[in-house]
């Protein structure tokens, strides 16, 4: 392996894999850096990253079944720059607090704390994260490596986490979080966001976009991005007449719609609509459709619309009635720039 320039010193990559671990929470990020590595040996120059895998005991099987095999023994000490790699498991995992989980949380505390609250003790520290993959972040927790710290992770765990570690400012709805040295995501895919994003802040948004053009990411996410998008939001019912109704906002938002023209593709009264939409998905039908322009201004204006064009396309009917429905949802105003990527996923 040629040796690193001391410009850009190799990182060590330890991914912990604890019993059950998401396959994909391994599987994406690892992808992304092996893409990093590949492009730079296509280019001559040494890698940039080292990938281990290790744990609290040598084999163990992934979510899917696939074992997990010749594992290294978690390390007493971390000799170079490295980011800690903690992928999460299947809900059904987590009320077994195993003796493996046990044994990780505590290397954690001994390893991380000192790096995650700013004390590094070595060198290399000043390099070193803790980066976190869906319920890797509740482990994390356990270890005591949250409190006071911004964090996320899987939107079906947050009050888990919240119970947890009560003085963590956890955070809603949001792709990936960074505070520091740690680094946390709402999982699964949301992982490839994460490394993608530590990628670009380690070897430049080229690699990073690059890695997501080889790895056919079709977007790559921000940290201000919500975890749940408009489109999936308020979706989690089973009634046919609301779900034919959101179908149709969302196939043309900028259709000049009113209540009327919304109950008739129901084929309800306006009134029975707008009970049906309050009980089973939680919104009004025109705070749903006000939920979903305001998304797809946001993402105009995010790759360079103005903001009359942004309100055109996504149907409101002036410039001003799309600042005032952002300023209600988001506070600020789209025509600021700072504030148009930094509400949007809140």
Known sequence: MPKPSPRSPLIDVLFVIVPHALLLDI????????????????????????????????QTR????????????????????????????PSAQLPHVTRPIIDTAKWLN???????QGRPSRAAAARDRLVTICSGTLLAARAGLVDQRRCT???????????????????????????GALASSAGITAGIDLMLHLIAEECGEAMAA???????????????????????????????AVHKVQNAISAEPERNWDMAS??????????????????????????????IRLELARESIDHGASVSRAAEMAGFTSSLQLRRAWSRHWGGSPSDSDVGRATAGS
Do not use: K
């Open 27 to 58: 599987a994406g990020p690892a992808e992304a850096l092996r893409l990093v590595n590949l492009r730079c040996t296509d280019r001559g120059q040494p890698p940039r990253f080292r990938l281990r895998f290790a744990g609290p005991v040598p």
């Open 262 to 291: 919304l109950a008739a593709i129901g084929h309800v009264t306006e009134r029975h609509l707008l009970r049906l939409f309050l009980s089973n998905a939680g919104v009004s039908p025109l705070n749903y459709l006000r939920a």
């Open 62 to 89: 992934a979510s899917v079944g696939l074992t997990l095999a010749a594992l290294e023994p978690l390390p007493r000490a971390l000799s170079s720059p490295t980011w800690v790699v903690l992928p999460g498991q």
């Open 210 to 240: 690059g890695v997501a053009e080889d790895m056919v990411v079709y977007l790559r996410r921000s940290s201000n991005d919500p975890e749940m998008s408009p489109f999936l939001a308020h979706r989690r019912h089973l009634h046919g």
């Open 110 to 116: 001994a390893t991380m704390r000192s790096t995650i």
């Open 153 to 179: 992770t899987h939107h079906d765990l947050l009050q888990q986490l919240r119970g947890l570690a009560p003085r963590a400012h956890v955070v809603d709805n949001r792709v990936y979080v960074v505070d």
